[in-house]
């Protein structure tokens, strides 16, 4: 159970040196920035440091060059030194805006095209009517109108086949609707489009043109061909002109972002109103503090004073967790639930023993555990993926359990000359045939887990110095001495075995309760707390009353929380027996195939459930005893960028005054 030792670290200088101990210090090392202000008293005549970032333009500008191109960048770079200045600033600005010629220019053929695209799809209904559309639109005498009809309401135009109001044309017909036009008198044109919208007549507008549809159809497929074929150009045109500049820009961009890290850093200081000094506070892993002293003593102009977190009393330290590798992947866990305190106690070994034997006991096959471990470390290698090092302890457990239960991929008879060549008549457990005993040990497991839990409690109170808390809390000794006796009374019923006399169950669990019934004012007697006598006794007891009851039914609730673990035990065995039966003959071919088949169903959706499940008693039934997760967790500025891009970069900028912005000095190959 590590959790790093932390030194708080003031720095003190004169502001010309603070860039260099932000890129010396800050950025390359382990190093969790404070603002300097919440560790200064206001009576010392500092103030924030508030600077605008000179560099967010640029990386704008060189971001909207990317978008477009319609790229995505990639911050790499070569190590050749040149000097980011006004003149390679000027050279960003050529490119986007020769690029945003290149792309207004796209742009507009762009909507011209889709122009093009929605007048020749509109055309396109209409290809049956042969009639000039200029003839049709610039009747003296008549009105006239183009849509559809949805196929449902076209019948429905049969009811004025003998009316003399309008004339409907149909042109083409498609899944949803008749396409077509109507014309009618203009004097009676305001009463017909009436009728034709109570038929739900979609009316669309035709541009204005010369020729029959299918003519102006014609027409405007040519000049789709030819808008697309610019476009296709423009195109090309500026991937080509990327394709050019992409490197150079991706460099540029990388050691912009870096020193733009580190200019915002700078907001992190305070300066002195009357005078050019800094000041700058963070907090440093002990483990990195020889390296962080080396690197600050090699500035000059710069000082330093280091403070225990003990004699820290404004703010917590972050919280960084340091593991064994067993461990370290199960840190995932804790982190999403949430940090343990500065000084508390990690539970990250905690969390790897218990979820990898939950896990184990629920997917217990020899088989199948052994493809999650081997499936898992591969993903890790290949992807990098932190969760997939968990399947790893993970499937060896599964692997382990299902020794014990004679599972290898659903072959319950396979390790059967295994068994016999070590003595033992077969499997140790067959889960199938012990039901009773599978969902008995799943309780047993319960409740030894929950009694742990308790224990950490009590031992994380203590080193907190709360030995109230240790003492009496509903998960404290009275607490774990009640759940005890509870137990054995459950025992014994079910049983029908003495485990403790009635009368020593009854008056131990009347004394506990009534110290649970207490334990406010237990508690704040213990540790001394303030106002921890009850305002209103009335309310007191009435509000103590239920809530003892509450913990005796959490009591219970968290213990056959646990057959779940038995459950899916018993739900794996089940599955793959379905599985088995289904395949007839397992060791046919089509039986081998079935068996494969049902083996990757079950490793994919079982596999994830169980992963939920244990996490959810983990979190639920185990940590709500003990844990709080408040801690703030160490932010180190070098975690936040590639650290391998920073080290080649000399002197990430000079200025410290605006005026001084033109002329940055960043390693990279034009």
């Known amino acids: ?15 010309d040196h603070l860039d260099e101990f932000i890129t010396s210090c800050c ?56 000097i980011v200045d006004s003149d390679e600033f000027g050279y960003i600005d050529s490119l986007k805006e020769k690029l945003s010629e290149s792309f207004a220019k796209r742009t507009e053929i762009s909507d011209k095209l889709k122009e093009v695209e929605a007048s020749a799809e509109q055309f396109n209904h209409f290809v049956g009517i042969d009639v000039p559309i200029e003839e049709l639109l610039s009747c003296e005498f008549l009105k006239v109108r183009f849509g559809s009809i949805p196929k449902d309401c076209y019948p429905k135009l049969k009811a004025y086949e003998n009316n003399n109001l309008f004339v409907f044309l149909e042109s083409s017909v498609d899944e949803k609707s008749h396409w077509g036009i109507y014309s009618a008198p203009r004097a009676q044109i305001d009463e017909v489009d009436r009728i034709f919208a109570s038929l739900y007549f979609d009316r669309i507008r035709i541009p204005f043109s010369t020729g029959t549809p299918k003519e102006i159809l014609t027409k405007l497929n040519a000049e789709k061909e030819k808008l697309t074929a610019e476009l296709n150009k423009i195109d090309t045109e500026i991937a080509d002109f990327w394709a050019e500049n992409s490197e150079h820009c991706e460099q540029v961009h990388a050691y912009l972002e870096i020193a733009s890290l580190a200019f915002d850093l700078r907001r992190y200081a305070a ?149 016999h060549a070590i003595g033992l008549p077969g499997k140790p457990l067959s889960v199938m045939d012990s039901i009773n005993t599978v969902l008995i040990l799943a309780i047993g497991i ?16 203590l080193k907190n110095k709360k030995p109230g808390e240790a003492l009496f809390s509903t998960n404290g000794v009275v607490g774990i001495i009640l ?44 540790d001394k707390k303030e106002n921890y006598m009850p305002e209103k006794w009335s309310d007191y007891i009435m509000q103590n009353f239920f809530e003892v009851i509450e913990y005796i039914l959490t009591y219970f609730s968290n213990t056959v929380s646990f057959l779940r673990v038995g459950a899916f035990v018993l739900v794996h065995a089940g ?26 169903i079950v490793i994919a959706l079982e596999g994830l459930l169980t992963g939920i499940q244990v996490l959810r008693l983990e979190f639920y039934e185990m940590f709500s005893r003990f844990y709080a997760g408040d801690g703030k967790p160490f932010n180190s500025v070098g975690m936040r960028k590639n650290r391998s891009v920073f080290f080649s970069i000399k002197n990430v900028f000079k200025p410290s005054t605006p005026e001084d912005n033109e002329n940055v000095v960043i390693k990279v190959k034009k």
């Open 446 to 461: 319960g409740v030894a887990l929950v009694i742990v839990s308790m224990g950490l409690n009590v031992f994380c109170s």
């Open 575 to 600: 599955m793959m027996m379905v599985f088995s039966s289904l395949a007839g003959d397992e060791y046919s071919v089509g039986g081998i195939i079935s068996m494969i088949f049902g083996n990757i």
């Open 271 to 419: 300066k002195d109103s009357d005078s050019d000094y800094f000041i700058y506070v963070g907090w440093v892993p002990k483990s990195s503090y020889k390296w962080f002293k080396k690197k600050i003593e090699q500035i000059d102009g710069v000082t330093f004073e280091d403070a225990d977190p003990e004699q820290e009393k404004r703010s917590s330290p972050p919280v960084k967790l340091n593991n064994k590798k067993p461990f370290r992947p199960f840190e995932m866990f804790v982190e999403m639930y949430g940090l343990p305190s500065y000084g508390g106690v990690d539970i990250t070994p905690f969390v790897a023993i218990t979820y990898s034997l939950l896990f184990g006991i629920m997917f217990a096959d020899f088989g199948q555990g052994l493809v999650l471990a081997i499936g898992g470390y591969l993903v890790y290698k290949i992807k990098g993926t932190k969760l997939a090092k968990i399947l790893v302890p993970c499937g060896m457990s599964s692997a382990f359990f299902g020794l014990l239960v004679g599972s290898v991929f659903g072959y319950e008879e396979l390790l059967d000359p295994v068994y």
């Open 27 to 82: 950025i390359s090392g382990d190093f969790h920035p404070e603002n300097a202000m919440d560790y200064i008293s206001d009576s010392l005549g500092f103030v924030p440091l508030n600077e605008e970032n000179p560099y967010s333009s640029s990386i704008q500008k060189i971001e909207e060059i990317a978008s477009i191109a319609g790229v995505t960048l990639k911050d790499t770079f070569k190590g050749d030194e040149i």
């Open 1 to 15: 159970m590590a959790i790093e030792k932390m030194k708080l670290v003031r720095t003190y200088g004169l502001i």
């Open 483 to 526: 759940y005890a006796t509870l137990v054995c009374a459950v025992v014994g019923f079910m049983s029908g075995k003495t485990v403790l006399p009635a009368g020593v169950t009854v008056i131990v669990a009347v004394v506990c309760i009534l110290l649970l019934f207490f334990q406010e004012i237990l508690i704040g007697m213990v």
